[in-house]
């Protein structure tokens, strides 16, 4: 039997508040960690100062799992250097609409 492959490490960050990487979420998702309440305890994502701004992106990460045993390549896309957007507070500046 070959030896199973180690996962590939993700440092890219999803939860930009308490500076948790993706790696880590899945690392607590493969341990058993099936709902967010659970993610949120291991790994303290989600629940940040912006209020939880990256839980949707959690969500994506363990609906993926639980469908297919794997992650998402990039599980927080719209930032870095190719989008033009540099930082969360930049996504946040944005204006918001009159109601
Ligand atoms: S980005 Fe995760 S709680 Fe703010």
Redesign the pocket.
């Known amino acids: 039997m070959e030896p199973k492959a180690k996962p590939k490490e993700n440092k890219a960050y999803?939860?930009?508040?308490?500076k948790?990487d993706a790696s880590t979420i899945e690392s607590a998702i493969r341990r058993g960690c099936r709902t967010l309440g659970r993610v949120f305890d291991a790994t303290q994502?989600?629940?940040?100062?912006?209020?939880?701004?990256?839980?949707p992106f959690i969500e994506k990460m363990l609906e993926q799992y639980e469908k297919d045993q794997t992650f998402p390549a990039n599980p927080r896309p719209g930032l870095g250097p190719k989008s033009g957007l540099k930082s969360?507070r930049r996504l946040s500046n944005k204006p918001k609409r009159p109601r």
């Open positions: 999803v939860c930009y508040c308490n948790v994502a989600g629940v940040g100062a912006c209020g939880g701004t990256c839980r969360e």
